[in-house]
């Protein structure tokens, strides 16, 4: 069955149609980037998937069971994960306690308990923590580590839930350009091996380009084109509204590299 299935999603601000009747499939274990110009509805569609906001009109399945319109708590525990611009740990604790945090809350239990319960859900965490390659730093505080290893560590904390979706808000925001493509391609190789389906919204288009399984371009509001990476780049009304020469040539170049 198909992960997610978005029909005719729609979202009106006063004038503004910030979406209008959008519509989408995601499979388990795909890569699916969102781009668009700044204003497009990126967000907007993104956070009516999460349930951070109420869709106007649409639809919205995840495994077949609808979530439109549902508080984010109960699309979160019916399967959707999250990461955000900035990265949400909490910089005072170890990497493994933001973990355990995590799964403290997926397996029900209150943060109260935590102080308690350091050893709760340890080995879990660390091995978690060692998908996204930093069971060596499980006793270290986040505070100490360079952003792109925080960003690693918000993914193991994203995936404590078991998401069977994950939504990335652009992902590589605020991280050097040799750690975006490493971020990205772990995500990538996580959500294959995990059959988890991934929506994420991007700037960075190496990141879209030599990652995502397929693309959808939003502007004002409309998907103006969906496809394969190739697709996304050879079409000529993409290139005219967004993409522009330059944005071409980065993708070239990031499509290369990925199949080199
Ligand atoms: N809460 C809101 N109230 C009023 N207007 C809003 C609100 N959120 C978004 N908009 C408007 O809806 C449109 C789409 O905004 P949205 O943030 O979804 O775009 P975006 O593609 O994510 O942009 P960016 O790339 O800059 O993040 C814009 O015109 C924006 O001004």
Redesign the pocket.
Known sequence: MTLLVVAGLTKR?GG?A?AKDVSFTLEAGEMLAII?P???????TFNMVGGQLRPDAGTIALDGRSIAGLPARAIWKAGVGRTFQVAQTFVSMTVAENVQMALLSHHGRTRSLFRDARALYRDEALALLAGVGMRADGDRPVSELAYGDVKRVELAVALASRPKLLLMDEPTAGMAPRERSGLMALTAEVARTNRIGVLYTEHDMEAVFAHADRVLV?VRGEIIAAGTPEEIRANPRVKQVYLGEAGTEAAMRARRKAVA
């Open positions: 601000f503004v910030a668009g700044n204003g497009a509805g990126k967000s907007t939003l």
